[in-house]
């Protein structure tokens, strides 16, 4: 029986969601540092690496531990699937890998942590992915920064360092009117405090290492949003490296996976 989070508060779900107690009957979550998995024959190996059955194969895209963290992060963030990955800019490049192509655009914020700027400056735009940079709070400056092949809208609110604030509502206006999708890293608010879907946000990025740990001593990032957006080409960055533009073309990538523990 799978459970509706929605029906439970904010402090049942982040103590609760996604845990799955083992026959031993543990109190809190059981922990699987296994890089792998063992298969019951050949034929059922076979099975689920074609995705024909579903169950464990390699910790890289399934970890019974990740995928507590998965289920009880998207239902803080009120998404229906999340990724984890190894660390917030794996999270931001994943999304980006996933969706975008050579010859696309990105609107961002001018306000944003030192390395998704770096990314975007000189990384994507060595493969053709090119980003115009506004200030957060100016939604005419957002308007007018959108062109043609834009796809993505990308901020942080608050920003860091700077603490800038978006209207993440009329951000989403703004992007729907333009086909493009609106990402929002949340990775100040944490969704106790702040839920960009349901302000209107496609995705949500996390780096995990801040609020979401609390405790200084985990890496890890995170990406929420639509099964057919996360579950797809984006995962398909996680699971092989590997995703296929909507014209045909192959691009190839590695995000580690991380196991929370
Ligand atoms: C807002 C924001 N996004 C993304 C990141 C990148 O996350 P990570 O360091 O986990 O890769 C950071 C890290 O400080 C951050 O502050």
Redesign the pocket.
């Known amino acids: 029986m799978t459970t509706d989070w929605n029906e439970f508060g904010f402090n049942t779900r982040a103590v609760r969601a996604g845990q799955v107690r083992s026959d031993e009957g543990e109190h809190s979550e059981a922990i699987f540092p296994t890089s792998s998995y063992v298969f019951q024959s050949a034929a059922q190996a076979a099975a689920r690496f074609a995705q024909k059955e579903p169950g464990n194969i390699y910790s890289r895209f399934t970890n019974p531990t990740v995928r507590t963290f998965e289920e009880r992060l998207a239902a803080l963030e009120g998404g229906e699937r999340c990724m984890a990955t190894s660390?917030?800019?794996?999270?931001?490049f994943s999304t980006c890998l996933g969706i975008l192509k050579a010859g696309d655009h990105i609107v961002a914020s001018q306000s944003?942590?030192g390395?998704?700027l770096t990314l975007f400056n000189t990384i994507l735009s060595k493969f053709d992915i090119k980003t115009t940079f506004v200030n957060l709070s100016d939604l005419d400056n957002w308007r007018a920064a959108i062109q043609q092949n834009t796809k993505l809208l990308f901020l942080?609110t608050p920003?860091?360092p700077l603490m800038a604030l978006a209207d993440i509502s009329a951000l989403h206006e703004i992007a729907h009117a333009h086909n493009c999708l609106l990402v929002v890293?949340n990775?100040?608010c944490t969704p106790a405090l702040q839920k960009p879907l349901s302000l209107g946000a496609d995705i949500v990025?996390h780096?995990?290492?801040?609020y979401l740990d609390g405790q200084g001593r985990c890496?890890?990032?995170a990406v929420i949003g639509p099964e057919s957006l996360v579950g797809k080409d984006i995962f398909a960055i996680l699971r092989s490296g590997l995703s296929q533009c909507h014209d045909g073309t192959l691009r190839q990538t590695s995000t580690a996976r991380f196991i929370v523990g």
């Open positions: 660390s917030g800019m794996a999270a931001i944003l942590f390395s998704t942080e920003s860091n890293d990775c100040f990025i780096s995990a290492t801040k890496m890890g990032g």
